[in-house]
């Protein structure tokens, strides 16, 4: 997606009562990182580096709570990980510690490391999501359980129009690239020196990021908090918007401004 997946969705009592910053990922459109790709430079430290300077412009000063999804959950904590004393809670959403995902994401995975014909059907994938909007909505329901659900999300046809000219500029070769490496990312290390307060927010029936894999990471957070959807998939906040919506204010709330 693109750094601008949260603005449409964004609810009104965060506008209204917080300041909010939305940081691109690296290698996604506009992101201007242009770096050598190689698994010794596309690691997670250098998501580390590149999230901290994002940070310290915006907010060079205090604690914020940092909010993630999928691969941005993985920053999010990563970064968390790595600056423990600039974060006052992390909101985990669909996210791993690992890089191997399921679904969707692990076939991406598997054609992004092999012969020369997977690299191409990898090439032809991507060019295909984007080519269209609709194409790229197909692909975001088959990251879901309740896509009934998820199709009657308001906010979710303005989501992939306002994201969809970034998704056109990805670097096809810097995804794959990307799907390539994240396979040997891993935080399992790390989880020690994570001692702010973590929400976890897993869909039971995600079909990417196995919800064994998140309930085993939340209990070994030394602050995990897990919340369940029941019958969602990796896109919990639009497939069960009423509960993820409480949910998340509620958190915010009880951790502080």
């Given at each position: 997606?693109?750094?601008?997946?949260?603005?449409?969705?964004?609810?009104?009592?965060?506008?209204?009562?917080?300041?909010?910053?939305?940081?691109?990922?690296?290698?996604?459109?506009?992101?201007?990182f242009d770096?050598?790709?190689?698994?010794?430079?596309?690691?997670?430290?250098?998501?580390?580096?590149?999230?901290?300077?994002?940070?310290?412009?915006?907010?060079?000063?205090?604690?914020?709570?940092?909010?993630?999804?999928?691969?941005?959950?993985?920053?999010?904590?990563?970064?968390?990980?790595?600056?423990?004393?600039?974060?006052?809670?992390i909101?985990?959403?669909?996210?791993?510690?690992?890089?191997?995902?399921?679904?969707?994401?692990?076939?991406?995975?598997?054609?992004s490391?092999g012969?020369?014909?997977?690299?191409?059907?990898?090439?032809?994938?991507?060019r295909?999501?984007?080519?269209?909007?609709?194409?790229?909505?197909?692909?975001?329901?088959?990251?879901?359980?309740?896509?009934?659900?998820?199709?009657?999300?308001?906010?979710?046809?303005?989501?992939?129009?306002?994201v969809?000219?970034?998704?056109?500029?990805?670097?096809?070769?810097?995804?794959?690239?990307?799907?390539r490496?994240?396979?040997?990312?891993?935080?399992?290390?790390?989880?020690?020196?994570?001692?702010?307060?973590?929400?976890?927010?897993?869909?039971?029936?995600?079909?990417?990021?196995p919800?064994?894999?998140?309930?085993?990471?939340?209990?070994?957070?030394?602050?995990?908090?897990?919340?369940?959807?029941?019958?969602?998939?990796?896109?919990?906040?639009?497939?069960?918007?009423?509960?993820?919506?409480?949910?998340?204010?509620?958190?915010?709330?009880?951790?502080?401004?």
């Open positions: 997606m693109s750094v601008r997946f949260w603005e449409e969705a964004m609810y009104e009592r965060v506008r209204e009562e917080r300041s909010w910053f939305s940081i691109s990922l690296p290698l996604h459109a506009p992101s201007t770096g050598r790709l190689t698994p010794e430079t596309l690691c997670e430290d250098l998501f580390a580096v590149l999230l901290a300077e994002a940070i310290d412009r915006l907010v060079p000063e205090g604690q914020f709570h940092i909010v993630g999804h999928s691969l941005g959950a993985f920053a999010a904590l990563n970064y968390a990980a790595k600056h423990p004393a600039r974060v006052a809670s909101v985990f959403i669909g996210g791993f510690m690992t890089g191997r995902a399921e679904g969707v994401e692990g076939a991406l995975q598997f054609l490391k012969n020369f014909a997977r690299k191409l059907l990898f090439h032809f994938t991507f295909v999501l984007q080519s269209h909007v609709f194409f790229l909505k197909f692909a975001t329901l088959t990251y879901s359980r309740a896509w009934w659900k998820l199709l009657r999300f308001p906010a979710l046809d303005p989501t992939l129009r306002a969809f000219p970034d998704v056109k500029n990805h670097s096809i070769a810097a995804q794959q690239a990307f799907c490496y994240l396979l040997d990312m891993n935080l399992l290390d790390e989880l020690d020196n994570i001692q702010a307060p973590v929400l976890v927010m897993a869909g039971e029936k995600d079909p990417i990021i919800v064994e894999h998140q309930i085993e990471y939340a209990t070994r957070l030394p602050r995990g908090h897990l919340v369940l959807f029941s019958g969602t998939g990796h896109v919990c906040f639009g497939e069960s918007p009423e509960l993820f919506e409480k949910t998340l204010l509620e958190w915010l709330e009880k951790e502080g401004s």
